[in-house]
């Protein structure tokens, strides 16, 4: 009975196409829309994990101030090289420690200049960060301790500066200091934070304290704890050491922050799939109107058949038959709306993602549910205009014209 039901819906379809297709346009567009907008939030929230992780893995940092904001660094005391070395020696799980000063200025190469950051590192700063060397070296120790002028470009200012040339060996002026470029940085691309990572100098921290800034401050401390350990352990211990440090009463504020980068990962994440369920939800309206649409058409459908009900009512048919071919037929036009959503969905995805450089991941779970959805909205919208059809009088539907 399914069976002939099936194939007297699918024969109805295929005799009004276009009618069939306007039907199911809702159910399209609503499927579509709900798969790409999950797609797309899964991409994003893949984008920001993975931009997080390029700052460094289990990493801390330590920033002057109480939060981040104009003008919250100038409002309390910088850290020293002290305070670095303090918080490696005495807080356990520590794996690496890099504490960096950083200026504003202008790199001048030739008859291109170049406004970007210039950050004083030690050689820790590549392992704290995740951050190998594209081509060229590191700093030595002779560099490191004598404080010598050279330095190492981002992508960006190799690009802005040398173009195509190679910049190894080269001297770069920044504002009226010269420095030899000795290695490049693999690139790392925008920020979560929508900073672009390429765009700095780095140079000995002895050399920036001595040739550019004239004073010993560091601005920043970041610190990579080790695999398996407890980054939340190792931030308390840190804010316990620094207020002692910086002579902080039990009665007062920090003056200083620990960011802990799981943090903000979970921040993030968080905020993109609660926006991405929204979008989700909104998006999943459309099946709803889609629905609509399939039972106002279904009655128009019921109307227009109501003598070839009749006759299959008055030679025997079961009201139950009658409301099983309607409702298959129902089922069928929201079921062939699914597949085409998920279709265009997935064609959709993939090129939305292309052009927004965002990793394409496909939630399988998301295009099951949806389908699905789509069937049962078939079966809910449908069940009204089958059943008005199953409770036709035989003689008052054999009268109609």
């Known amino acids: ?11 109805e379809i295929r005799r009004n196409v276009m009618r069939s297709f306007l039907t199911i346009l809702g159910i399209v567009i609503g499927v579509a829309a709900v798969i790409i907008m999950v797609t797309i939030g899964g991409g994003a929230t893949a984008q920001v994990t993975q931009q997080i992780a390029s700052l460094g893995s289990n990493m801390l940092m330590v920033r002057v101030g109480q939060h981040m904001g104009p003008g919250q660094a100038n409002a309390a005391p ?9 918080i490696y020696r005495e807080v356990r799980s520590i794996a690496a420690i890099a504490a960096s000063s950083s200026q504003r200025l202008v790199a001048v190469y030739g008859n291109k200049n170049w406004s970007t950051t210039v ?3 030690d050689n820790d700063y590549f392992r704290v960060r995740n951050w190998t060397i594209e081509t060229g070296r590191q700093f030595l120790d002779s560099e490191l301790r004598s404080g010598k002028a050279v330095c190492l470009v981002g992508a960006t200012v190799q690009k802005e500066l ?5 910049p190894l ?6 504002n009226t200091f010269s420095c030899q470029v000795v290695g490049v940085l693999e690139s790392k691309g925008q920020s979560t934070f929508g900073t672009d990572q390429d765009d700095l100098v ?3 921290l002895r050399t920036l304290q001595r040739r550019i800034t004239g ?3 560091i601005n920043l401390i970041q610190v990579s704890v080790v695999d398996g350990g407890s980054t939340d352990k190792a931030k308390g211990d840190i804010e316990a050491l620094m207020r002692v440090r ?5 009665t007062e504020i920090d003056n200083f922050q620990v960011m802990d980068m799981k943090e903000i990962t979970k921040m993030f994440t968080s905020t993109t799939q609660i926006l991405t369920a929204l979008l989700g939800a909104v998006a999943a309206v459309s099946l709803l109107v889609g629905g609509i649409g399939i039972m106002n058409i279904m009655l128009v459908s019921v109307t227009e058949r109501t003598r070839e009900i009749g006759i299959r009512l008055a030679i025997g048919a079961l009201e139950r038959e009658v409301l099983l071919q309607f409702l298959v037929e129902a089922v069928a036009l929201s079921s062939f709306g699914g597949l085409i959503g998920v279709v265009v969905a997935l064609v959709g995805s993939m090129g939305i993602t292309r052009l927004l450089k965002m990793p394409f991941i496909l939630n399988p779970g998301i295009v099951v549910i949806a389908f699905l959805f789509s069937a049962a909205v078939g079966i809910i919208f449908g069940f009204f205009p089958a059943r008005k059809a199953a409770r036709l009088d035989p003689i008052d539907a054999l009268r109609h014209e």
């Open 78 to 86: 910088p850290f020293d090289l002290a305070d670095s070395q303090a």
């Open 119 to 121: 950050n004083g590192i």
């Open 202 to 204: 780095l140079m000995p």
């Open 246 to 250: 910086r002579h902080i009463s039990a």
């Open 1 to 11: 009975m399914f069976g002939n039901s099936l194939l007297l819906a699918l024969r």
């Open 162 to 166: 040398f173009g195509q040339d190679d």
């Open 169 to 174: 060996g080269n001297k770069i002026r920044l």
């Open 215 to 217: 004073n010993e401050d």
